[in-house]
């Protein structure tokens, strides 16, 4: 799938209410081959734009086809498609493995966000839990 193909997969409906700031957050997985699971996590506050559930999901299933080499470059991958899809004053994606590839390594994980530049609400984004 290229990269057209896979941000058409994205869909998106107007915010219903454009002067409020508030708070969006999906969650999904992918599946690899041999079942391991990452974990995508997608806090956003919407301008113009809400992002459709179900679009999410198959947006999560299309990428589950993609070999990830690690969290980092899906973790980008997700900011850069949903940056362009659904233009957000504020997003950030958190991407997990809880099923690791060595024992001594108990978790690997990867926040990424961007903003709107001169887009800021520090009372909204300082009420959010801490990664």
């Given at each position: ?16 209410d ?9 969650s999904?997985?992918?599946?690899d ?8 996590e ?14 999410f999901?198959t ?5 589950s086809?993609?070999?990830w080499?690690?969290?980092e ?5 997700v900011?850069?498609?949903i ?25 690997h ?13 520090p009372?909204l984004l ?6």
């Amino acid at each position: 799938m290229d990269l057209q193909e896979r941000r058409a997969l994205l869909k998106a409906t107007a915010n219903p209410d454009r002067k409020l700031d508030y708070l969006v957050t999906l969650s999904g997985h992918l599946f690899d081959d041999g079942g391991a699971r990452q974990l995508v996590e997608v806090r956003y506050v919407p301008d113009k734009q809400v992002l459709d559930t179900g679009s999410f999901g198959t947006y999560l299933e299309a990428l589950s086809n993609h070999p990830w080499d690690n969290p980092e470059d899906l973790a980008v991958t997700v900011l850069t498609d949903i940056n362009n899809e659904v233009v957000s004053r504020w997003v950030q994606v958190k991407v997990g493995l809880p099923e690791l590839p060595h024992p001594a390594v108990d978790s690997h994980g990867v926040v990424i966000d961007d903003r709107q530049p001169g887009w800021d609400n520090p009372a909204l984004l300082g009420r959010l839990v801490r990664i």
